[in-house]
């Protein structure tokens, strides 16, 4: 069975990207949003098996979407894609439940092995 | 490799999204002029930077990523309130958005977008809050942006916009064939040209909304390498994959529907087509396998192939697979011809193999693929040589709506059939035709061809009627229809002729007749009932049950 995706971004670019990578690698991709209260919401409704989430949305920080995904569905994993990269911001978000943490720009293959490990629960890169 | 064609689409949505988010920027940057404080203007152009930034690096356009990496920490300094907009910051800043627009408008020759370095320098302060250093306003450049306004050439548009414009292109049709057809019949030189006119232009009109549907087949083939790849390590295989034809163009609907068939009849290539290595290896062929994807155009119809050069289907266990699981009895097997075997692998239920992989699971499912093809009006046949390997031939529409069709009259009734299914026509002397067992044939350039008589079909509302020869006219019109790798021959009472035609489904309380498929207004008001060919070939075709025996 294929495992089910839910993409959060606000760029359309982002999303039509991550989206062909992660469904070529075999993953089945059940949704796009690009606010966070959609992303909450596509969350409930799909129950996803995993999230990539950016984290600067127009509504809310991707944070508190983490925040809320997490404390709804805590077996839900969270991926970070965000182009932001500061430390203390990675270690809030690994804080807050976040799987793992993928930086912008990234590598395809990079992204695959970080999602694939993170969906089988092996130890965050 | 075949990414070409996805590097392109990347492109392009960059470019538009990114013009668009020039736009909001330059939006915001103006309101934010009049009211400074406006914390969310500046999130938001914060966030249109920001993703600006990594998308252009992403595409590999630097120069752009970092101008928008600039800008962002700018506008990150004044949400922390470390810098004011305001005094010499505002009109840098303004300078700074014109600069990024002209980035973006050269994308490909940045030599023309290149900074001023006097905006740089006033960055650099600004971003500096321990320097001393004064603004340069002597020289900041102005542009006039106000003469430059430039929209993106590529639109988004929901397809279900042009689904709704191509539905109206239909009903416009058959109106305009009203109106032709109207004007033939009145002598009237006015009415003559406009619907001339009328006629010109809504075939163009047809044609424009066709092309706007259309999309690079290529988004679909792209797909296919890593697919190939991940199937072919589970199979424990190499295969070489080669994609040709990326470029044809096809309606974006009819990609859609194809593309579980394709997957379908890939994964069977590599799982049941191309055999392991040693095996290839003892029949002097290469270890590497090769699977080759392939579209063309044929006028209105595109021609998808998927090719391997496996070890075949043997026509013979296929035979017999079909004999022992009751498609057809054994007296019946031996009328039929290879490419009439071949074609029950179709069949729904039908299976070849044994074994369960992950990928392909049991039976060939290819009954699936039967079914995407004829709810598009298309036409699936299979080539295939023993030790040689396997070609799948597609037959698609180019578009949905409107086919192209073949008019014949039975008893004073038009009636329509798509012409993708259709092979020939002939002409038949009543004594060429013959009857064996209870069933009509004739013999068509050494071929046998069996032969219905539609007229009869009709007359038992579809209930098959024993065809009699007496019946016939001294000569009979056949329509020679392909479906499945099979051949039917249809005795008409008189062809009309060739036309465009929009099929309309049937409505309640007729539409459980299957063995029309729809129905079509012509241009003199008629309505012209559209044969299902698959529909009747199943009836005829597959019959385990006798049919009555001819009256001595």
Redesign the interface.
Same mark, same amino acid.
């Given at each position: 069975m294929k495992q089910k995706i839910l993409i959060v971004d606000d760029s359309f670019y982002m999303r039509t990207i991550l989206k062909n990578m992660l469904s070529d690698a075999g993953y089945s991709i059940v949704g796009e949003a690009s606010d966070g209260v959609t992303a909450i919401n596509m969350a409930k409704e799909t129950n996803p098996d995993l999230v990539t989430l950016d984290l600067i949305l127009p509504d809310n920080t991707g944070l508190d979407v983490l925040k809320a995904i997490k404390k709804d569905n805590p077996r839900i994993k969270v991926v970070i894609v965000s182009a932001v990269g500061q430390e203390a911001i990675v270690k809030e978000a690994l804080n807050h439940g976040a799987q793992s943490y993928i930086v912008k720009p990234f590598a395809e293959d990079k992204v695959i092995e970080i999602i694939n490990n993170a969906v089988n629960d092996t130890v965050a890169a | 490799m075949a990414d070409k064609a !996805?590097e392109q %689409? @990347?492109k392009e =949505?960059?470019v538009a %999204?990114s013009f668009e988010e020039y736009d909001a920027i330059n939006k915001y940057v103006t309101e934010l002029e009049k009211k400074p404080g406006d914390d969310k203007l500046v999130g %938001?152009i914060? !966030?249109m930077l920001? &993703?600006l930034?990594? &998308?252009a /690096?992403?595409t590999g356009y630097l120069n752009v990523s970092q101008f928008a990496h600039t800008l962002e920490s700018v506008f990150g300094a004044i949400r922390n309130k470390e810098v004011k907009f305001s005094g010499k910051v505002v009109p840098v800043i303004f300078e700074s958005v014109d600069a990024l627009g002209l980035m973006l408008k050269f994308l490909d020759e940045p030599e023309k977008a290149a900074l001023d370095p006097t905006l740089e320098k006033n960055l650099e302060i600004i971003l500096s809050p321990a320097s001393n250093e004064a603004i340069d306003e002597k020289n900041i450049k102005h542009y006039h942006t106000a003469q430059n306004i430039s929209l993106s050439d590529l639109i @988004?548009i929901p397809i279900r916009k042009l689904d709704d414009m191509m539905n109206l292109v239909g009903e416009l049709i058959i109106d305009r064939d009203r109106v032709v057809n109207f004007s033939a019949n009145h002598e009237d030189p006015g009415l003559k040209l406009l619907s001339s006119h009328l006629y010109r232009i809504t075939n163009e009109i047809q044609q424009a909304v066709i092309d706007a549907r259309l999309v690079n087949i290529g988004y679909l083939f792209n /797909?296919f390498p !890593? =697919?190939v790849r991940?199937i072919a390590a589970v199979e424990n295989k190499t295969i070489d994959l080669e994609i040709i034809g990326e470029d044809i163009q096809i309606d974006r609907n009819i990609l859609q529907i194809l593309t579980d068939s394709m997957l379908h009849l890939v994964r069977n290539a590599i799982t049941h087509g191309i055999e392991p290595a040693a095996e290839r290896t003892k029949n002097n062929k290469p270890e590497t396998g090769n699977i080759t994807i392939s579209a063309q155009n044929d006028k209105d119809t595109v021609l998808i192939r998927i090719s391997d050069d496996g070890k075949g289907i043997d026509e013979n266990m296929v035979l017999q697979h079909a004999i022992e699981q009751n498609f057809i009895t054994r007296e019946k097997a031996h009328e039929l011809n290879k490419k009439e075997i071949l074609s029950f692998i179709f069949e729904p239920g039908f299976s070849l193999s044994k074994e369960i992989t992950e990928f392909s699971g049991r039976g060939v499912g290819l009954d699936i693929v039967k079914n995407a093809i004829d709810s598009l009006g298309g036409r699936l046949s299979i080539d295939s040589n023993t030790g040689k390997g396997t070609t799948f031939n597609l037959y698609v529409p180019t578009s949905i709506a409107v086919k192209g069709a073949l008019l014949f009259e039975i008893e004073n009734n038009s009636f329509a059939i798509p012409l993708i299914h259709t092979d020939a026509v002939v002409t038949l002397d009543r004594m060429e035709i013959h009857e064996v067992g209870n069933a009509m044939v004739a013999d068509i350039k050494g071929e046998t061809l069996r032969l219905i008589d539609l007229k009869g079909l009709f007359q038992e509302r579809g209930i098959s009627k024993p065809a009699y020869k007496q019946d016939l006219a001294d000569i009979v019109s056949v329509i020679i229809v392909s479906y499945n790798n099979r051949q039917l021959g249809l005795i008409v009472d008189k062809l009309i002729r060739q036309q465009d035609i929009v099929v309309k489904p049937l409505q309640k309380p007729v539409d459980n007749i299957d063995i029309f498929g729809g129905v079509t207004l012509l241009g003199n008001g008629e309505v012209c009932l559209v044969l299902d060919v698959p529909s009747i070939s199943r009836n005829f075709i597959l019959k385990k049950k006798e049919m009555p025996a001819v009256p001595a």
């Open positions: - | !996805r %689409e @990347y =949505i960059f %999204e %938001e914060f !966030r920001h &993703n930034k990594a &998308n /690096k992403a @988004y /797909k !890593r =697919i991940d």
